[in-house]
């Protein structure tokens, strides 16, 4: 069965960084959108970082020239680097494989994580 295992996550002063990983098995990523999401208490999730088939990424408008998102395709492992972190980023951190290989921002995401916690303090 397919599977994501986020790791990276912790505890981080404003203004500090932490690099999220995502590691699949049962599937690899390459073909496929990949999304960060994250969801805060009492909030929506929200997209945050996605990455297409071609490596062609996209980002929410609250974090473009903060965070990062990246793929090895040979290790099926997608990353999201994440600096400048504020505390408005402290949420839960989801990765997912959608459906499509391209038009990330808009394809159903099939395969999730259990998630890994963001906790920004200032």
């Known amino acids: 069965q397919a599977q994501l295992v986020e790791s990276g996550g912790g505890s981080v002063q404003a203004g500090g960084s932490l690099r999220l990983s995502c590691a699949g098995s049962?599937?690899?990523?390459?073909?496929?959108?990949m999304g960060w999401f994250r969801q805060a208490p009492g909030k929506e999730r929200e997209g945050v970082a996605y990455i297409d088939g071609n490596g062609i990424t996209s980002y929410a408008d609250s974090v473009k020239g903060r965070f990062t998102i990246s793929k090895d395709n040979a290790k099926n492992t997608v990353y999201l680097q994440m600096n400048s972190l504020n505390p408005e980023d402290t949420a839960m951190y989801y990765c997912?494989?959608?459906?499509?290989?391209?038009?990330?921002?808009?394809?159903?995401?099939?395969?999730w994580g259990q998630g890994t916690q963001v906790t920004v303090s200032s």
């Open positions: 997912a494989q959608g459906l499509s290989h391209y038009g990330c921002t808009y394809t159903t995401y099939n395969y």
């Open positions: 049962g599937f690899t990523y390459s073909r496929y959108c």
